[in-house]
């Protein structure tokens, strides 16, 4: 059974930094890419950063571009996403998303991966 968890969730002011962790159990081999999305109340889903596991090639949203970092610990099998220079507009519930497909759309969709975790708060305050 593959299980997602996400941490390191939290307040932190405008300008602050925090650096969210997701751990992957279960047959997690095959997978090919790895993602971060978000979810402000009242607004869709949207894919801010991905990666493919095998290496050479991220995706970052716009809106994070310069600020957010998404990376990879294969030996730990967890991936991390490194959140700077934080907005209040980056307040929101955050997923992390995987998939074993071939190819993911850009800019990254919800459809396009299969295993999700139950996500990890984070706000900032002006």
């Known amino acids: 059974q593959v299980q997602l968890v996400e941490s390191g969730g939290g307040s932190v002011q405008a300008g602050g930094s925090l650096r969210l962790s997701c751990a992957a159990s279960?047959?997690?081999?095959?997978?090919?890419?790895m993602a971060w999305f978000r979810q402000a109340p009242g607004k869709e889903r949207e894919g801010v950063a991905a990666?493919?596991?095998?290496?050479?090639?991220?995706y970052y949203a716009d809106s994070v571009k310069g600020r957010f970092t998404i990376s990879r610990d294969s030996a730990k099998n967890t991936l991390y996403l490194q959140m700077n220079s934080l907005k209040p507009e980056d307040s929101a519930m955050y997923y992390c998303?995987?998939?074993?497909?071939?190819?993911?759309?850009?800019?990254?969709?919800?459809?396009?991966?299969?295993?999700w975790g139950q996500g990890t708060q984070v706000t900032v305050s002006s």
């Open positions: 998303a995987a998939d074993r497909g071939l190819w993911v759309r850009y800019p990254i969709q919800e459809a396009d991966f299969s295993y």
């Open positions: 990666m493919y596991v095998g290496g050479g090639h991220t």
């Open positions: 279960g047959y997690t081999y095959s997978w090919s890419y």
